[in-house]
Nanobody, 124 residues
């Protein structure tokens, strides 16, 4: 079974770029029909799908975040990364990486396999 582990700084200053990495084990990020997503949950709010990269390297983004989001991958390390630019305190959230088969957008925790998440706080 695929396992995912998020890593990155827990504190980011406003206007900076948030960078997170998801390390995948138990399977390859190039396996056909797998989609690798980033999802976040702000405090007191619901899950928000941010974007994904698929097995071929094609990327997909939420329209509301597209202008600030970039997802890439390093197949040699079996990792994929999230970059979110120009962050504000409203980007404070727990960030999750998720894998799903034949599913681009993930909306609930019952869909796909999830990492444990990493808390990111945006504050000066």
């Amino acid at each position: 079974q695929v396992q995912l582990q998020e890593s990155g700084p827990g504190l980011v200053k406003p206007s900076q770029t948030l960078s997170l990495t998801c390390t995948v084990s138990g399977g390859s990020i190039t396996t056909n029909y797998y989609y690798w997503s980033w999802v976040r949950r702000p405090p007191g709010k619901g899950l928000e799908w941010m974007g994904a990269i698929d097995y071929s390297g094609r990327t997909y983004y939420s329209p509301s975040l597209k202008s600030r989001t970039s997802i890439s991958r390093d197949t040699s390390k079996n990792q994929f990364t999230l970059q979110l630019s120009s962050v504000t305190p409203e980007d404070t959230a727990r960030y999750y990486c998720v894998s799903a088969v034949r599913q681009v957008v993930v909306k609930t925790t019952s869909e796909g396999s999830w990492g444990q998440g990493t808390q990111v706080t945006v504050s000066s």
